[in-house]
Each structure stands twice: as C-alpha cells, then as structure tokens.
C-alpha cells in the first residue's frame, strides 16, 4: 500500500540586488545546501507555509508572489511534494534562524546553482530560476515606474496649491484714462455783416487854401462857400460801391484862382 506523500512549500528567494541573489540555505543535521522550504502544519494551505518556512530559515520576511511550480521527489521512502513561489526578502533578517538551519547564503544564479547539494533542486532551479529573474526583474521596473508618477503627482499636487494662491493675488489695473472733452467752435455765420473800422479822413477846406494863396499874391479875397463840414466820415465800404474821383489840391487852387480871375 503507497504511503501518503509529505507535503511541503518553501521559495526562490530573491534580493534585490544587481545582480539580484538567491537564498540557499545549510542543514545542520546532514549539512546540505538546499532551497529554503518545510512541512505543512495541519490545516495550513501551502502558501501560508511556504512564507512561514522562508522566515524561518532565512531569517528574512518576505513578499509571496506568483507560483512557479512543483517539485515532486523520493525522500525517506516516501514522495515529498514541494510547492515554490516567487518571493522578495526584506533588507535586514527580522528574527534568528531556527535550530535545523546551520546558515544562510545569498548568491547570483549561477553560483547558487553550483552550491545546491541534491541534484533534483539544481535541475528545478536552473528551469525555473530565470522565470523568477525575468518576473522580478518585470515587476522592478513597474516598481519604478509607479514610483516616478507617484513623485511626477506630488509635483503636481503642489503646483496646484500653489496655483489658486497666485491666482488670488490682486491684479493691477490699467489706469482709467478720461476722454478729453471735445470743445466745439460755434459757427460762424457766413452771412453775418463784418463791421471794418474806416479811418476818418478829413478834407481840406477850398476856401482857406484859396484865401492862402490870394494872400501870398496878393490877389482879393473869393467869395465865400459854404465850406464843407469837416471831420465827415467817409461812407462805409459797402455803400461806396462806385466812389467819385476827387482832384488833388494843387489842381483845385489853380481851378479856383483861374475863376477868380
């Protein structure tokens, strides 16, 4: 009769690193390099104990991540079922290794392969040890990425508060300019009269230039005129449209000296 096979879980224990190290740890009881692993307790599901075993043995708390697969071999006459995962260990060890442990290494891929003792896990690691690479190197970079929008959304949250805060800030207003008022000329009325000032011209008197002239001849006096009134003003332009012409004096005496003789 098969005798029920032993269950256990355990991981590809991975430190970030370049290049990144796995976990392989030493048995004291037949000092052997395996991958850290162990028993299910009853009623324990096997990712429970895989983290469980991992903290154990290596000391370190780890992350659980995607399952890799089964290894399956003959231990002590019996079958042992081993179920791995992908796991990330924590910077420092957060307790000390249990007793069955003697220690703790962490290598680069091909070193770890070379210092594995059983032939079974060598094979299982070199299969499915650079799935786990290529997984954790994939989910560093996601890693990195979250962690650049997550500083570009900072950036952007303080920006935004600092936005509002000069979006307040009081404006300066232009100067209001005031029209200047429009002065309007009154009009001129073309038809309106334009008063010009004539001088006042006043005219010699005949008869005392005449009686002058007798004098200095010795000639008798003229019968007298009615001289003309003097200090007359000359007719505005505008009435004096066709003005008499008028002799000049010498002219006139000689007329008045001619009659009078």
């Not at 950036?155 to 209001?176: H, S, T």
């Not at 005219?203 to 007359?232: I, N």
């Amino acid at each position: 009769m098969a005798r029920t096979p032993v269950l256990a879980a355990g991981g590809i224990v991975l430190r970030r690193e370049s290049p990144p190290r796995i976990a392989v740890v030493r048995l004291r009881k037949r000092n052997e390099w395996v991958l850290p692993k162990g028993k299910l307790d009853d009623g324990e599901t096997a990712r429970d104990a895989a983290e469980r075993e991992v903290l154990e043995e290596t000391g370190h708390d780890v992350e659980v991540h995607e399952f890799l697969g089964t290894l399956v071999y003959d231990s002590g006459g019996r079958s042992k079922v081993v179920h791995y995962w992908r796991m990330d260990a924590g910077g420092k060890p957060v307790r000390e290794l249990m007793s069955d442990i003697k220690e703790v290494d962490w290598l680069p891929f091909d070193a770890a392969l070379e210092r594995l003792s059983r032939s079974y896990e060598r094979t299982f690691l070199e299969n499915v040890g650079p799935i786990a690479l290529q997984a954790a190197a994939l989910a560093e970079r996601e890693r990195r990425a979250r962690l650049r929008l997550a500083a570009a959304e900072r950036r952007r949250n303080r920006q935004g508060a600092i936005l509002p805060a000069a979006e307040q800030m009081p404006v300066a207003e232009a100067p209001v300019v005031a029209e200047a008022p429009v002065v309007t000329e009154p009009p001129v009325a073309v038809d309106a009269a334009v008063a010009v000032e004539v001088p006042v011209m006043a005219e010699y008197d005949v008869a005392d230039a005449g009686e002058a002239v007798k004098a200095e001849h010795g000639v008798g006096a003229a019968p007298t005129e009615q001289p003309p009134s003097f200090g007359r003003e000359i007719d505005p332009v505008a009435s004096a449209v066709h003005p008499t012409p008028r002799k000049n004096l010498i002219e006139r005496v000689r007329d008045w000296l001619r009659r009078a003789a």
